[in-house]
């Protein structure tokens, strides 16, 4: 579902008023939802997705690592989760233990317990989990917070969403889908930590909405103008070729309809381009505004600990928009 499909779908549901317990909630539009118990934030999301592979193991890995996202992106630490599967009958079992196999391994990894789930028969196979985390209510990261002068940084390269696609019609082998394969099994958990200690001051993971809807995300939720410097953007290779071979996701073009008028494209993307914009990421990077003196160390970091990051801009003064230079 595209994001202005979905603001209009959960405005009619939301409350006036919520509990001062609540840190963040849907009305924020953020990652995960944070309740404050006992002095602690418990950091709650779900996310469930198709398969992006033909390994059913790393597709529960991908899934696991996807769920999880969500809370990394508020500088939280998940803790438990329970699988959520949708799973069709004439699929082996074989294969279904395969998935859950790869998704615990990833939940073992991430030092976090799983407590059960809830399975139901559905015509398409979809795997993903709820999953609860902890965080410090002080130390939150939240789409909120961006202030002008900060620098952006993107912690992992764009284009999934085509490359997935491209697989699944035989346009692209096991081989070719391997880059962006791995970089969808890498755990958010390192840079949260260091976004954290490197003080950050919002974040939100780059996936369904494409790095262009939750670059406005941000923007709007923090009052600013995101400036994207659109050569400094890490791409996967394969991308533009695959787009230039009529691949594209059902996603890519409701991303491009929400952000609309709030787009700037100073720089004149070609369709290739404004196709990667929107493109929708499975297990994505965390886009993350940082203090410009902090910027270069954290990218450092980043790099240093094997991220494919890059910083991508700027944070404005002025109305929530994304300009592209």
Do not use: Y
Not at 144 to 150: H, I, K, V
């Amino acid at each position: 579902m595209g994001p202005g499909d979905l603001i209009s779908l959960i405005r009619p549901a939301l409350r006036s008023t919520r509990s001062d317990a609540v840190l963040l909630g849907p009305e924020t539009g953020d990652d995960a939802g944070v309740f404050r118990l006992d002095g602690r934030g418990l950091v709650a999301t779900v996310d469930f997705i198709t398969p992006v592979c033909d390994d059913p193991r790393r597709f529960g890995r991908v899934a696991a690592v996807n769920a999880m996202s969500d809370v990394w992106a508020t500088g939280g630490r998940p803790i438990f989760a329970l699988n959520v599967c949708a799973f069709p009958a004439w699929v082996d079992r074989a294969v279904l233990s395969e998935i859950l196999v790869g998704a615990d391994q990833a939940l073992e990894a991430a030092g976090a317990a799983l407590l059960g789930g809830h399975t139901v028969a559905d015509d398409d196979l979809k795997f993903g989990m709820a999953v609860v985390g902890v965080a410090d209510p002080q130390r939150l990261l939240a789409r909120a917070g961006a202030l002008p002068g900060d620098r952006l940084i993107l912690t992992k390269p764009l284009g999934t969403g085509v490359m997935i696609n491209a697989f699944r019609a035989g346009q692209l082998d096991a081989a070719g889908l391997e880059p962006a394969l791995a970089e969808m099994e890498r755990f958010n958990d390192i840079a949260s930590r260091l976004a954290l200690e490197h003080g950050a001051r919002a974040a939100t993971d780059v996936s369904g909405f494409g790095l262009g809807g939750h670059a406005l995300g941000m923007a709007t939720a923090s009052a600013v103008t995101l400036r994207l410097r659109w050569a400094d953007v890490p791409r996967h290779a394969a991308f533009r070729a695959l787009q230039a071979l009529g691949v594209t996701t059902g996603c890519t073009a409701p991303n491009r309809e929400h952000v609309g008028a709030a787009l700037d494209d100073r720089r004149g993307l070609d369709e290739a381009d404004r196709a990667l914009l929107f493109d929708p990421q499975t297990s994505g990077g965390l886009l993350l505004a940082v203090p410009e003196p902090a910027a270069g160390p954290l990218l450092r970091a980043l790099l240093d600990s094997g991220h494919r990051a890059a910083q991508i801009g700027e944070v404005l003064a002025g109305a929530p928009r994304l300009e592209i230079v």
